[in-house]
């Protein structure tokens, strides 16, 4: 046994995140972890890796007991970590942050930046990126950057590498590029865990299977006997579950909308990112925009709503043309915005009820904000978007990543949305979740909400686009409507 | 847990200042001798406006995340203009402004000693207006405009003044910062507590009750957030460090009221002592975390120390300095270790 | 440059316009900014050109000012040095240069050293004198006895370090009054710090405070606002420095006396000697090291206040 | 776009300051006269040296994301040791660290001049140490816990010296300060030169050169991500004030050198211009930007502005503060917009 943890539980202030976990790790394994939102797969993941300290519980190396709680000691054991955030200094190049902590030193125990960025250059087109390790890391894609942050632990692991949802943000070429490197580290008879929603890419690379469920251990199952539908439905306790399974077939886009169009946009360019995207959009209507990460659909979503100034474009609103709007006039317009990003998207020091009202103080509120009023309000949002604890009192940071994500969503509630447009808004979520979202989603589209979702899922835009736009490298290479398309169909266009 | 215990831990950062100052209250009442009495406490309250006064502004500039170092000098440029204009009034300005009084005292008039009131009020808003624009335009950090604005600041107030103190000014403001109501024989209510207290109440309300203190808070907070949902984060930081400024000014009239006459080197300490009180009160230095109350209670702790250091005979004169830090020290510390509690 | 037929020039007549680097420790308060005033108005008269540098309270700058002006031509500079031996080294490139420095109150170094450094003269009012003055004048006021509060300027400067012994050299004669507080309390010239001094000290007896003394005017006039209302009012009050606003206090009876410093006086002086100096071609070793400028007291009893007012005017800049 | 312009946009930010002191240099020489001159050379870089030294631990706190505001004071504390430490050995010290010299001036053996030198930069090092216990252990920000240090760092200073002044001192310090090696017959290349340059270099050799170094960035650049890259970033944020806290008492005795003379009123504006300087410099604020090159630049910028701004005579005396803070402002404006530039 190469790991062992016993009895783990942790809360925070007095909410219990894990309540008596035991784990076995083996080497030359592969070990999925699957649960819900908030089930407590990362903060398990956090305490192996030493970035928590304050649990109980005992955990073995080798047989022997080890202290854990600092990052430090863990790698000196050889236990590295992709967290579920993205990590990394922005600032710093590539290189460095490749070598983050254990940059090679030459003479006088100096650092060797030639080695280094060559060493560099090397381990990294063993993962197949090749690009300037000079440059800032923070110059680079979302994609990229997950690509980095993989490599600096395949880089800095000796044992036992744990990859908390890496694959959340990879395009399909990385990511058949990652399960190769993990399978040869298997081979190499290193621990390998791997955290992560997509269950069939867990049942397709792990050797054995840990459930999560509210913070305990529901099972630990070998995958060799295990169907999707089953783990689904041990993860969501019995829940019942009828999803995108059938995106696993092609489905049938309705024809063009022959409605008025709310929006069109006209000739937008990001300079390096996409040029002269034109599209339009119409109430009731939702249009997916798919494209691998990094292929500028995302941006186009940021510039639309104003996050993002774009270099040009102007699009019409209503038969009226406009510029692009700036962020509060995009929100006076109607136009809600969920970004993939959560770090951007709430105020995590702030309660609930705060950040529910934030964007229709006016309307929702009136002149005199008082908590009374804001609660009436914000509660029965937060039980329409099903968050857990729907308590408005609670502080937003103190969520898990996929209420966080209900509560930017009810925050649009408030008022009428006329334009929804959501960037990745199920990353990192459970199947639950995602379909408690989506329906959510579904119905401002049928109140005549028109709506707009920029993902690399495919599964997602199947199920939920009536029309969908690819894009690869900034340039649209193919609308679809009024046609049956499946997975693979809509990957060969991106 | 019992919720009275979770209701304590809950409130903790916001009772850690209060504790701090009940604790030096005590302090200096055990170990000094004519601290506990009607006179100081009156006394503290008179010294603790131009503070308060100061840091109200303070506090929403570093609610949402910024700071204004330029606060004590605009404060004396605003002291400043106020004698210069006052003694200019008195001297060749127009009819209007002035008038002679029947005892030849009184001699500029209503007219001229409202707008030697309200210009300097004027010039510090339309300094913290510069500081807010030149920070949200340039996105540089507004610790380094502000540096730059308080030089600037120190100059024109030297440049108005050339040196000299200017010890005449409109009446009310010597009288409400000296004077006050005697309740009963010996414990006597600043009218300055009006002031100070009004103005508190008003920020209280505006950030607690309206739009644009939720923005304030939600700014400091998560400033990307805060403007993906609409609001113009750099229009709230402009007004907080224009309110800023305007307070600032406020305040310099006030302490020049106090002192009896402006000039140039008053308000030398105005800077540190203004933020040692905002953060003493619990406002976080980096945003979103605080309040008025706050800031009312680390006004009062901070001025309590500063008066009560003053009936401390058994320390050093020279090391006066010194135990001021530690005190100060100590009690951000308690208040750090206070506010964890809630937090395990 | 020039020098000879500088010297040769006679005081009367045809006269050479001087140069002159003129400066004091820092504009922000009033009497340095009398000082300029001073030398310009005195200057134009005398037809020396004065160049006016600020030390800014700070020493770094007024070092800084001081390097720059080193390194160009005077006939001659006068400075008010905001503290003792930091100009030391400029100064020594002055005299290497051969051009004649005069320091203005505070002492540029110590007396003995000053000819070797390059000082030529010490202009200076009599610090302990003004001290002694104005307490006297408070001792008696106050029937000498009683209690009183000494606010003194900061520690380290030789005019307070002055006043400070001025003030307790006449304390020794009046053994029936108390200081409160045990002795003189620094408060670094600073009015606020002054103003809550004095207000902590009152209340630390029960009795009736007698008087008060205050190394400066600006300082006392800050204080004595604590006094409305209290059971002290009336309390005598002395200061310090004797400029307009001082003045005026004494007028309204918010003060009850001052000594004046001379600030004109000294700048004036030193100007007419530093051109005396350069036109007659005064040798150093000819010069006294040393000269005095007198300050009066100043009370409602005196009756030289208007007189004072009057000279003490930035218009007229004679004390 | 070219391979070239593209490098330059890459170091907009690091050419920006360079373009900034050049700017500087280009307006004194062009609108003074007297300016531009060796001497005047020759005076910027002794004055420079202070600030260099002070500046180049501000660096290290600077870059690891936290600040030092005890600076101006720690310097004036080791000044004040120092003057203090060297005449009690000349009044009533052992023998063994006073020699009586044949001309009977020099009094103080190596080993009490070692003495006088080495003890009050361990104090420096001493107080900065404490900055950073302080601020690791009580998660305060470092903006406080140094704010109150100061406080105890004036008051140690006034203790020590009574407010007297101390002029004497080893020898080597005011020959460092303010001599040096002539160059021909007008340039005089500065003592200090070399003192700054060591320091300045070694410090630039440990930040990019040692993991020490790096770890400051990465601390400073993103303290989570280096603390889960197993980065002891609590230890690195308090060697980079202690560090901070050395350089000051370094800075303070080279000082105190310069001026021939160690007292409490000295370093007054040390702070603001050592931060000032850094920032010019175009390190940031936040954290994980900038480095030596760039203080050492924006130092350079810093004096020029000063010692220039003496040889402007067609401002009035009174307003030239309101132009260096304007001048400041521009400078500084004119940095972040070339630094923009790059990211566009
Ligand atoms: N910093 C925190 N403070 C308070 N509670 C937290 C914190 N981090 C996590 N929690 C709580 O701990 C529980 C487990 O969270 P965790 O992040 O481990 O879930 P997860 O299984 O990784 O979920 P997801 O799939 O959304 O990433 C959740 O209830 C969450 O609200
Ligand atoms: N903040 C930034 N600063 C500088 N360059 C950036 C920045 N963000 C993105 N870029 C560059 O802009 C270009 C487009 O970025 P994008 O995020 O679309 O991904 P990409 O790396 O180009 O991915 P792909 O090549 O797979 O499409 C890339 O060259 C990227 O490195
Ligand atoms: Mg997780
Ligand atoms: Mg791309």
Known sequence: MLLTCENISKSYSGVEALRQVSLQLRAGEIHGLVGANGAGKSTLMKILSGALSDFKGTITMDEEPILMGDPHEALAHGIAMVYQELSGVGKLGVAENLFLGRQPQGRFGFIDWKMMNRQAREFLATVGLELDVTRPLESFSLSIRQMIEIARCLQAGSRLFILDEPTSALSPPEKERLFQLLAQLKEEGKGIVFVSHFIEEVLEICDRVTILVDGRLRSTLPTAELSKHEVIHEMLDGKDMSTEEAMEEAVQLPPKSHEKPLLQLHSLGLKGVFENISLEVSPGESLGLYGFVGAGHQELAHCLCGSQKADEGELTWQNQLIPLPVPHRAVQMGIAFVAADRAASIVPKEENFKNITLAHLDTAIGHWVTPAKEIAVAAPCLEKVGCQPPDPRRKTGSLSGGNQQKVVLGKWLLDEVRLLVLEEPTRGMDVGAKREVMELVRDLKNKGAAVLIASSEPELLLAHADRILVLRRGVVTRELFDCRVDKAELMRHA | ?344 | KGKESANAAPITGQRRKLRAAIGNAGLQSTWCALGKTTAELWGGMLDVEVTWFDGAFNLEKQRSEMERLANQDWDFVAVQAYQTDFLEPVVRKFKRRNIPVISMDTHLVALERMREVGVWMQIEPDQQYMGRTSARYLMEKIGGQGKVIHIGGASGHSGAQGRQAGFEEVLKDYPKVEVVGGGVRWCDWEKEKARSTFTALLNQTQDKIAGAFFHNDDMAIAAVEALKGSRHEGMVVAGVDGQKEGLTAVRDGRMAVTTVNPACLIHMTSLVIGQYIVRNGEKMEDLPMRVVTPGPLVSKDTGNIEALLYMADPTHCLV
């Not at chain 2, 300097?120 to 624009?133: C, D, I, K, S």
């Not at chain 2, 403007?227 to 309110?243: D, E, K, M, P, Y």
């Not at chain 2, 050093?316 to 937090?343: H, T, W, Y």
Request: hydrophobic content about 55%; aromatic content about 10%; glycine content about 12%.
């Open chain 2, 1 to 344: 847990m019992s919720s009275y215990k979770s209701a304590l831990r809950h409130h903790a950062r916001d009772l850690a200042p209060l504790a701090t100052l009940l604790v030096l209250i005590l302090f200096f009442s055990v170990f000094t001798s004519g601290f506990f009495d009607l006179y100081t406490f009156s006394s503290v309250l008179k010294q603790a406006s131009t503070r308060a006064i100061v840091a109200t502004g303070l506090t929403f500039v570093l609610l949402c995340a910024e700071i204004d170092l330029s606060v004590a000098l605009v404060a004396t440029l605003a002291a400043c203009q106020m004698g210069v204009l006052y003694k200019w009034i008195l001297d060749t300005g127009p009819a209007v402004l002035s008038a002679a009084a029947p005892d030849g005292t009184f001699t500029v008039s209503l007219a001229g000693a409202l707008l030697v009131l309200i210009l300097p009020v004027l010039t510090g808003l339309f300094v913290g207006l510069l500081n807010g624009l030149l920070t949200v335009w340039s996105r540089l950090p507004s610790f380094i405009i502000t540096l730059a604005m308080m030089e600037i600041a120190r100059g024109l107030a030297s440049y108005l003044t050339k040196g000299a103190q200017y010890p005449d000014m409109p009446g009310v403001l010597p009288k409400a910062a000296n004077e006050g109501i005697f309740l009963g024989s010996s414990f006597e209510l600043p009218y300055s507590v009006f002031v100070c207290g009004g103005l508190l109440l008003a920020a209280h309300i505006v950030l607690t009750y309206t739009r644009f203190g939720r923005y304030v808070y939600m700014t400091g907070g998560n400033r990307e957030a805060a403007r993906l949902a609409g609001v113009r984060t750099g229009f709230v930081v402009v007004v907080c460090l224009a309110i800023c400024g305007m307070t600032a000014g406020l305040g310099g009239l006030m302490n020049a009221g106090w002192l009896n006459s402006a000039g140039v080197n008053q308000n030398q300490h105005l800077l540190l002592e203004a933020i040692a009180c905002v953060v003493l009160g619990g406002t976080s230095l980096f945003g979103g975390e605080g309040g008025i109350k706050n800031t009312l209670i680390g006004v009062l702790a901070f001025t309590v120390l500063d008066v009560g250091l003053g009936y401390v005979t058994w320390v050093d004169e020279f090391l006066r300095r010194s135990v001021m830090g530690l005190v100060l020290l100590a009690a951000l510390l308690l208040n750090g270790q206070l506010a964890k509690i809630r937090q395990d």
